[in-house]
Nanobody
């Protein structure tokens, strides 16, 4: 089994910054894509950013230029640097990873438990 744990959330004033981390532990042989999602109040969960193992990166349009996704593959860790935050970024943020637990296993998707980010004006 694989466990993902997010950290770094909190309360910040608009215009401020936060950096989220997501650490994966357990039976991990290989991690391919890593992603961040968020669920804003009264909204469905939405995709925010993706980074592939080859460092191909894609962002949701509304965070492009403000958020930076990165990874430390040897440390099984994913990051999301969030700058110039606005109240509309208030959400629970989730990480997701596609992993293989052994050379012959299929890819499985694992989610973190989520972490709160709150931005006040």
């Amino acid at each position: 089994q694989v466990q993902l744990v997010e950290s770094g959330g909190g309360l910040v004033q608009a215009g401020g910054s936060l950096k989220l981390s997501c650490f994966a532990s357990g039976y991990i042989f290989y991690i391919s894509d890593m992603r961040w999602f968020r669920q804003r109040p009264k909204n469905q969960r939405e995709w925010v950013a993706t980074i592939s193992r080859q460092d191909n990166i894609h962002y949701k349009e509304s965070v492009q230029g403000r958020f930076t996704i990165s990874r430390d593959t040897p440390k099984n860790t994913l990051y999301l640097e969030m700058d110039n935050l606005t109240p509309e970024d208030t959400a629970i943020y989730y990480c997701k990873m596609n992993t293989r637990t052994s050379p012959r296993s299929a890819f499985d998707e694992f989610w973190g438990q989520g972490i709160q980010v709150a931005v006040f004006a």
